[in-house]
């Protein structure tokens, strides 16, 4: 997408993103575009957060959530 560039560490690592405002609006993003973009970066948000994180077993949400 443009306006949008990745920071990466030395090894390579994606660490941050830079959004250019200005850029994105003189090229006329859509806003559906723009919209799907940061649904999908806060899903990948959430993966990276979650990596690391011990989960628990279906069964034992679904009766949970039935109860």
Known sequence: MTGVNYVTNDQGEK????I??????????SETDLTDF?????DMIALE???GQTGRPYD??????IK
């Open 15 to 18: 660490t941050a993103l830079l």
């Open 20 to 29: 250019d405002l200005a850029q994105l609006r003189a090229h006329n993003t």
């Open 38 to 42: 940061l649904e999908d970066l806060d």
């Open 49 to 51: 957060l979650s990596k």
């Open 60 to 65: 034992e949400v679904r009766k949970e959530i």
